[in-house]
């Protein structure tokens, strides 16, 4: 399942619980609409989020306010956990939970909704399909995906619509003529910065989005 936006088709029933997203689970049972306005919220998010890093070189991302706490307490006790390529077992095993609760509770209060479910990937090289993708508490989406931009492993995501989009831009440019060059260059300059610019404005609004508190709760 590709996190693409698909609110056009949902029903006017299931859009009247997506109020609830907000509340604990277990306050509904197994309601499947319930279920499915919250795997919606979560797939908005996701959506907001591959965007960011496909915008805007992710080593410069600031997801939270408290982002290098974050880091530093992940990187203290999970030293050796590959993030490039998740092992599921790693954070959904028993043993796994047990070493991940004292992490997530230390940021109950310090991070808005640290336990609402994300949607997170397992290649960070890819994007949110039904084979990559599995849910997570918040915090630790947070706390790997810091790890992924702060050590350089999503900006294969960045990397790659960026080439695609200069890719793109150099072959509408070659059928306007050689005799244009100059002005070609000119303007990718300018393009450039306003890309600049806009990517920019990109990151302040992913980053209100992802800091909304309407994601699902675990």
């Known amino acids: ?47 907001v989020y591959y965007k960011l890093i496909s915008s805007v070189d992710p080593q ?11 880091y530093s307490e ?27 609760r004292p992490f997530c509770l230390k940021f109950d209060g310090i991070v808005e909704d640290f336990n609402y479910g994300t949607l997170l990937r397992l290649n ?14 918040r915090i630790q989406f947070f706390a790997i995906e810091i790890a992924r931009n702060r050590e350089g492993y999503n900006k294969a995501v960045y990397t790659s619509v960026q080439d695609k ?14 005799n244009n060059g100059g ?6 300059r300018e393009g450039e910065k306003e890309k600049t610019k806009k990517g920019g404005e990109k990151e302040k609004e992913a980053y209100k989005e992802i800091n ?7």
């Open 124 to 137: 960070c090289s890819q994007g949110y399909t039904e084979e990559n993708t599995i849910f997570a508490p």
């Open 212 to 218: 909304k508190s309407g994601e699902t709760a675990m």
């Open 165 to 178: 989009e200069e890719e793109k831009g150099a072959n509408n440019g070659g059928d306007k003529g050689a």
């Open 183 to 188: 002005e070609e260059e000119k303007a990718n």
């Open 1 to 47: 399942m590709e996190a693409t936006s698909g609110n056009d088709e949902v029903s006017g029933e299931l859009a009247s619980v997506a109020h609830a997203v907000s509340l604990p689970a277990e306050s509904y049972g197994n309601d499947p609409d319930i279920e499915m306005a919250w795997a919606m919220r979560a797939m908005q998010h996701a959506e």
């Open 60 to 70: 410069f991302l600031k997801l939270t306010k408290v982002d290098d706490q974050i």
């Open 74 to 100: 992940f990187r203290e006790n999970f030293k050796k956990l590959r993030i490039d390529v998740l092992d599921p077992e790693e954070l959904k095993s028993e043993a796994a939970k047990e070493k991940w």
